[in-house]
């Protein structure tokens, strides 16, 4: 690992032996870009690859005729000196001028890599992890500096990128651009992916070409949304899951954002990502600071799988954090799909007997057991337990399910309220609302507005009650509705584009105490299932509800758009009652559970209403999952075969040592008379021999190579102990060596 800084040229090369990034101090002092790629070898200098060239119509920067920032590849662009495609920084300025001229000034090179004040980011837990690299870069009229921040991993093909702005002058100023990465490409031969969708349907793979123009995904809906994920990928084609070139763009943060590739029509792509503009304003006075969330960007040379490991082991074990990082996740039963609101002790007490008498190990109520909370229109807020319903409040129902011998969980939302709550009655100036106009509800609910300390300072003194008096071991932290009229009492007037940021902040300012005063609390975020699941929840939640959708079927595309970026461990994947609560489907009980071993697993329904071969096959489903899922929840990810190219699904998980694999694979619809199938394998050792479901024998470079066979049995000649097969059918292969 090195960050190589060559003083006769001026140019920066960060590598580490799997990757290059190269950089240099242009003639008028701005910081330009030369390549990002496979590692190349070191030179004193690589001016060869500075390409300048004038042009009809291009503004000149300076006196050499042939330089114009329009045309040259450049690491944190501005806009209107000579470049005109989107900046990364803009800066309002008290004469009305948006121009910006920063240029380098130092650098200094420390090992390890610090903390961003405030926000979640990527760690080191030893200083020869990394390096990281900070450029300041100074516009001198305005007297404002920006660090550029790159660190550079050592064992992995990633840096990670952010920016931190310092106004030294004496102007206020607002910062209405501040992007965490930009990245100057020279050509456009890439295919741009990203992950859409709604609710129940989150990130769903959609690909296209580049072209001249811009292409984009953004939220502004105040967190990173089910709508767009703040991941996207730019991709060679022909590009597959074990070979090609691809770069991943991930964003550390659960607000609004932007990720966007702008081409030029000289086919130069350049890729930004960052808080959304869109309605960010942020006023930096006289001494002000303000960073940036952080970036992270992987090169792969050997396709996606690679790229998507790569951020799985970062963001795994260098962003998740705390007691449950490396630990199995429990196997859990929530009541809400068995129960809703039509709870009482007793009841719930029942559900987790029996869910402790199948193996479960940790029992999490959810919504509808504080304040007035008989339904979704009241009780928000007022984080006490209703006594009706649990008459020896949380302590009460906890203390009866550890002496069961299992672990209490307890849902909250706590960045919301409704307007029949004691809460909203005492404070309605603590609501986000746009004075003399009305305000929208979303699950006939508002939204607290947690820019204002003293919000976060109240919600967090009722759970930290809680949680100091309870034996309550999970928290579910959900958040069911998008910001609307994000307006802050608290805030002036030039200072309400300040709002939806400051409320992120907020949020994490909240998990932050939580988190380190409750350090074995297992927290797991949702955002009504994946509407906030992106990295900067990972750093405080080591797991996410993956989507309200736990249909099967559904699940597939879900789970394996999902895995693009997180890892396994990373996936709330539950059981669930049939006909599905959301799609009314109904799929075989081990196909449900097939899918969810691949995730933090557990079920989301009443044991006790199962039949007694129902249940005989829960207790094998957890048997099973006890035994593998640190395999299956920490081990190399594979995928195989993708939902959104055909009827059948594959993905398989490898142990680190690569003498335990677990393979799924999956069918929506059946099929009669079906072709002869096999399935290549990934990841395993092509010197060792392994079992297949403690029968066959294969080798590990012929599962690879010729693969698996996956046929169906011809109708009615099924082997004995073998299922027929049917729709939504699946089947999951333990491999050892």
Known sequence: MSIIYHESTQTFHLTNGKISYLMKVFPDGTLGQLYFGKAVRDREGFDHLLEMKSRPMSAIAGAARNYSLEHCKQEYPSYGSTD?????????????????????????????????????????ESDGEA?????????????????????????????ARSALFVNSGEQELHLTHAMSLSLDL???????????????????????????????????????SATHNPFVMLRRPGTGEDSGEVMGFSLIYSGNFLAQAEVDTWDTTRVTLGINPFGFDWKLSPGGRFQTPEAVVVWSGEGMGEMS??????????LARGYWRDRPRPILLNNWEATYFDIDEDKLFNIAKTAKEDGVELFVLDDGWFGAR???????????????????????IAGRVEGLGMKFGLWFEPEMVNEDSDLYRAHPDWVLRTPDRRASLGRNQLVLDFSRPEVVDHIHGMMAKILSEAKVSYVKWDMNRSITEAYSAALPP??????????????????????????????ESCASGGGRFDPGMLYYAPQCWTSDDSDAAERLKIQYGTSFCYPVSSMG???????????????????????????????????????????????????????????????DFYRLLSPFEGNITAWMVVSPDRRTALAGWYRTLNEVNGPFRRMKLRGLDPALDYTVNGCSVHGGDELMEVGLLTTDSAAGECQAGERPTCDFDSRVYVLQA
Request: some cysteine; charged content about 25%; glycine content about 8%.
């Open 186 to 224: 020279p050509d456009r031969d890439y295919e741009f992916l990203h992950f859409s969708g709604a609710w129940a349907r989150e990130r769903f793979l959609k690909v296209r070409r580049l072209e001249q123009g811009i292409q984009s995904v953004e939220s502004t809906r105040g967190h990173s």
């Open 374 to 396: 008989c339904n979704d229109r009241a009780g928000l807020g007022d984080w006490v337990a209703n006594p009706e319903r649990l008459p020896g409040g949380i302590t009460g």
């Open 84 to 124: 005109f495609r989107h900046p990364a920084v803009e800066l309002r300025q008290e004469n009305g001028s948006r121009i910006t001229y920063f240029v380098y000034k130092d650098h200094t090179v420390t090992p390890g890599k610090p903390a961003l004040e405030g926000l979640p980011a990527t760690y080191c």
């Open 494 to 523: 030039d200072r309400q584009g300040e709002v939806c940021h400051r409320y992120i902040l907020g949020v994490y300012s909240l998990y932050e105490r939580l988190t380190s005063e409750f350090p074995r609390v297992l927290f």
């Open 131 to 159: 390096e990281t690299l900070t450029v300041r870069l100074e516009d001198a009229l305005l007297g404002v500096s920006v660090y550029l921040n790159y660190t550079l991993f050592a064992r992995e093909s990633a840096i």
């Open 573 to 635: 994947a539950h059981v669930s009652a049939v006909p599905n609560h959301q799609v009314n489907r109904v799929t075989p009980l081990y196909t449900r559970a097939n899918v969810a071993f691949f995730g933090a697993f557990g079920y989301e329904l009443d044991l006790g209403r199962l039949t007694a071969e129902e249940r005989s096959q829960v207790r094998e489903q957890i048997a099973f999952m006890k035994e593998y899922r640190e395999v299956l929840q920490f081990g």
């Open 309 to 318: 490991r790569t951020f799985h082991r970062l963001y795994r074990t260098r």
